[in-house]
């Protein structure tokens, strides 16, 4: 009753911003831990009790010539659940034990008894039905099916994490779009910088700026050293050290896009990390100048400024 009245209170209660992470981040958590360490645990146990009972049966009916001895089929559930017990994760401080993982217990959890008492007809009753193909039987059927319910919970999830976007786009978008504007009007006040695309059509949480005279990658190297995630040129070519073609096609120059900034933004940042961006970023930028010897170059006049 206890544990029933604590479910009926989770699912009333309105979880806030930090709640459902960290529900999330248990719930992945618990996922990854189960997957690394404990995944095949339950088919290795009962595949090896599985594999000695099996052993144990064929030589006490072979060595005493008495079918009767089809009894040591019992073994195998009491063997099987000691085992799991015996080597159960005694860690369990922390978990959360989802949806699916319930429905997947109680699959098992069917097929075992339904595997144990026709085990019984077979052994006690009158049914000519081979034991061990029974067994085999039963244990083969909850394979696929828990495998269907793991995609089906995958999917219900995903569905679930689409359903709560879409249900604050409008809201997460006018908060986002709020930071961008903040960000893009700080980065805009550095000298010789310019923000690629238009500053209003663009996407709520994108910031894209190129700073004359700096290399993107020092600058994506400082950045992070702040404890800034960033990245230069645009998503699709992040990984490449060539100049984005993207920004080549909108008009900027060779030198100019190596120099490129680009910033992403989402519901969960706060002003407080922009403020964090828009101290680092000058900085980094000023700093980088002073060392680039393309920099000397357009401030000496030797070269003409480009932004």
Not at 212 to 231: F, Q, R, T
Not at 271 to 282: G, H, K, N, Q, T
């Amino acid at each position: 009753m206890k544990r029933t009245q604590k479910h009926i209170a989770m699912e009333d209660k309105q979880l806030n911003a930090a709640e459902s992470i960290a529900l999330i981040s248990r719930m992945i958590d618990n996922t990854r831990n189960r997957m690394l360490r404990n995944s095949g645990r339950p088919f290795l146990v009962w595949g090896y009790v599985t594999v000695f009972t099996t052993l144990l049966v064929m030589g006490a009916v072979y060595y005493f010539q008495n079918p009767k001895w089809n009894i040591l089929w019992m073994l195998l559930p009491v063997l099987g659940a000691l085992l799991m017990w015996l080597t159960r994760d005694k860690h369990t401080e922390g978990k959360v034990s989802t949806f699916v993982d319930r429905v997947i217990n109680n699959v098992w959890l069917v097929m075992g008894l339904t595997a144990w008492f026709v085990s019984l007809l077979s052994v006690f009753g009158d049914m000519p039905v081979p034991i061990l193909f029974v067994i085999l039987l039963m244990m083969g059927i909850p394979a696929p099916q828990t495998g269907a319910i793991l995609a089906v919970g995958a999917i219900m999830g995903m569905a679930a994490a689409f359903e709560d976007a879409c249900a604050h786009i409008d809201e997460n978008a006018k908060k986002v779009s709020a930071l961008r504007d903040r960000l893009i009007d700080g980065l805009s006040k550095i000298p010789h910088s310019a923000l690629n695309g238009d500053p209003v059509n663009r996407l709520p949480g994108n910031v894209s700026f190129c700073f004359e005279g700096v290399e993107g990658e020092s600058l994506l190297l400082l950045l992070d050293a702040k404890g800034i995630c960033a990245s230069s040129g645009s998503a699709c070519t992040s990984g490449s050290l060539d100049p984005s073609h993207v920004l080549l096609a909108i008009g900027r120059p060779h030198d100019v896009t190596h120099g490129s900034l680009r910033l992403s933004l989402c519901e969960w940042n706060t002003d407080e990390e922009v403020d964090r961006i828009l101290d680092a970023v000058p900085e980094v930028v000023e700093y980088l100048r002073g060392m680039s010897p393309l920099w000397k170059d357009l401030v000496s006049g030797k070269k003409p400024f480009t932004l």
